[in-house]
């Protein structure tokens, strides 16, 4: 009876800590990067703008969540061997799964993993929250999403402090992206959106669609979406792509890459209030509770 007891405060002990660990907010934000079709150069300019990011002295983790085609480590030329699933399943630490690349940001592969989060006990969901807060010395921590407004999508649009929502100048490109965001404001107005016109043929061109994407959500959504800028039509884009290597790195001069730079540095000079900041513990268990709540359904 007292070895019993003796455990039971030793594991209550242990909760309150991990609690207290985990209500205490970094200062690392969080940012979603999504799309409403695939095929609009998401995951490559999601690689080149951690890239940029961290080129200004920041620290960069950079997770691949598209969960059906996860394509970072094609752009970067790698073979994650391990991925967030094994930490679940506590086969492993993250610190295990973490890879380091050249290009000075980490990336953590996220494959099924997240599909298991509201299978977790309440045990194994506060070590995979300690585990995460492993990044708390981040600055940023950046999810590249699949496409589209599938649940899993939305569930770490929802989650996130920020969220960027990348569209191309096509009418179809255009009309996924109103959906999408037509999506998050059925669940919330109040989330920081953010608006990035990919493959434009010139200036006009991007500021153009970003506007009418920009009237269009605030006069039938009532929703705030900020333009963020946009990224010049660009043949080395591709073909970076075809050599599994990032354009930002491989055409350092190239338009599409001084846009980039000029988006990170809207993104880094930004002032976001710290009350906005829920960092990776705020962001972690609001997708565990996306996912409960899905479960639910």
Known sequence: MIRRLAV?????????VLEKKNDVPSSTRTIVITSGKGGVGKTSLSVSLAIALAEDGKSVTLVDADLGLANINVILGII??????????????????????????????????????ANLEQKQRDEFIEAMNELASDDYLIIDTGAGIS????????????????????????????????AIASQTTEKNIKLIV??????????????????????????????????????????????????????????ASGCVKMIADRINNKEVSPETIGGIGGFIKNLIGQSANHKED
Request: proline content about 6%.
């Open 80 to 117: 994650p061997k391990y991925n967030l699933y094994h930490v679940i399943k506590g086969k492993k630490r993250l610190k295990d799964i973490i890879i380091e690349v050249p290009e000075g940001i980490k990336i953590i592969a996220g494959a099924s993993g997240f599909h298991q989060l």
């Open 151 to 182: 649940q899993n999508v939305l569930s770490f649009v929802l989650a996130a402090d920020e969220v960027i929502v990348v569209t191309t100048p096509e009418p179809t490109a255009i009309t996924d992206a109103y959906g999408i965001i037509k």
């Open 8 to 16: 039971d405060q030793a594991a209550n002990l242990r909760r309150l």
């Open 198 to 255: 990919n493959k434009a043929q010139s200036v006009s061109e991007g500021k153009r669609v970003a506007q009418r994407v920009i009237n269009i959500a605030g006069q039938f959504l009532n929703i705030k979406v900020e333009d963020l800028g946009f990224i010049y039509e660009d043949p080395n884009v591709p073909k970076s792509v075809r050599n599994q290597k990032p354009f930002y790195v491989s055409y350092p001069k190239s338009k």
